[in-house]
């Protein structure tokens, strides 16, 4: 099998292309999808300053190092790292650590926030007293919260994710399935500019998981190699694993989806809820109280009982 680009041996199968890839330009072909995607979403100004949040997983591992690749020179252009720790024993103790590491490397600063300053309590704490609720389900809506308030306190332009293709797909299908229109007009990136919320931007989101895996083992970029401890116990999953049986039958499933949600995406952000100040801490949400000081006073009610 040769590549498509050249006549060296292929080691990398593009199924929902229909080309073969040798390493070399699989990395191109990625970098390319990479740089492509900002250009869609983003023009940056020299000046800005963007966090990029880094949890020290393989997606976000090659975030950091696609956005020091493309940016790394741009004279005023301020690039933040940032690991949000959730407090679930001493999983993210160590990708911090690594992620601190590897920013470094870069000459990026990093900084490490935790739950447990930010909201008062961790998810190993939401674990131990709900047994109804997923701690999963606390653990996406306080870390959005903790990013927002971070990104607002380090007067950033924009939030950048490590979201892969995968990720984004699984999200419109969930959101689909549930029929909320809300959740689907708050997936990045934004075009929206909201008061109180700091644009996200998701760069990596036609790149396939497998694709950001071998990626990064080609260039060498590290990461923990090592799932959270709750993942097993959401309902993401069960998406996860649905797509994956789809994409055998056809390769450009996900594809499908994510140009999908981008055709109906005028749409859903006319439809979707004015955000208004939480009554209580002030974040923008769709109602009076927002969902992670909800889930908060239910921990406390389920904790003081």
Same mark, same amino acid.
């Given at each position: ?184 007009? #708050? !997936? =990045? %990136?934004?075009? +929206? $500019?909201?008061?109180?919320? /700091?644009? #996200? !931007? =998701? %760069?990596?989101? +036609? $790149?396939?998981?497998?694709? /950001? ?93």
């Amino acid at each position: 099998m040769k590549c498509s680009k050249c006549n060296r041996e292929a080691e990398f199968q593009i199924k929902y292309a229909g080309i073969n890839l040798c390493r070399e330009h699989f990395v191109e072909f990625v970098h390319r999808k990479v740089k492509t995607e900002i250009k869609e979403q983003v023009r940056f100004n020299k000046d800005d300053r963007v966090i990029i949040a880094v949890s020290g997983g393989k997606d976000s591992m090659m975030l950091l190092h696609e956005m020091h690749s493309i940016f790394g020179k741009w004279h005023n252009f301020e690039m933040i790292a940032v690991t949000v720790d959730e407090g679930i024993g001493d999983f993210r103790v160590k990708c911090s650590e690594l992620a601190h590491r590897y920013a470094r490397s870069l000459d990026i600063e990093h900084h490490t926030v935790k739950f447990k300053d930010y909201i008062g309590i961790t998810t190993d704490d939401v674990a131990s007293v709900d047994s109804e609720l997923k701690p999963c389900t606390y653990c996406g809506v306080f870390r959005r919260k903790v990013l927002n308030v971070y990104a607002k306190e380090m007067s950033a332009n924009y939030l950048v994710l490590g979201l892969n293709l995968d990720d984004f797909a699984q999200s419109v299908l969930m959101n689909v399935t549930r029929g909320d229109v809300a959740r689907l007009a #708050r !997936l =990045a %990136p934004h075009k +929206r $500019v909201h008061t109180g919320f /700091v644009p #996200r !931007l =998701a %760069p990596l989101r +036609r $790149v396939l998981e497998s694709e /950001v895996r071998n990626y990064n083992e080609i260039m060498g970029i590290p990461y923990v190699n090592k799932r959270c401890p709750y993942a097993p116990q959401a309902i993401r999953d069960e998406y996860r694993n649905f797509l994956n049986e789809l994409e055998k039958r056809d390769p450009a499933v996900k594809f499908s989806t994510l140009n999908f949600f981008d055709k109906i995406r005028p749409m859903v952000d006319s439809e979707a809820p004015q955000l208004q100040p939480c009554e209580i801490c002030g974040e923008p949400t769709v109602g009076k109280v927002c969902k992670a000081c909800e889930l908060k006073m239910r921990y406390e009610k389920l904790k003081n009982r």
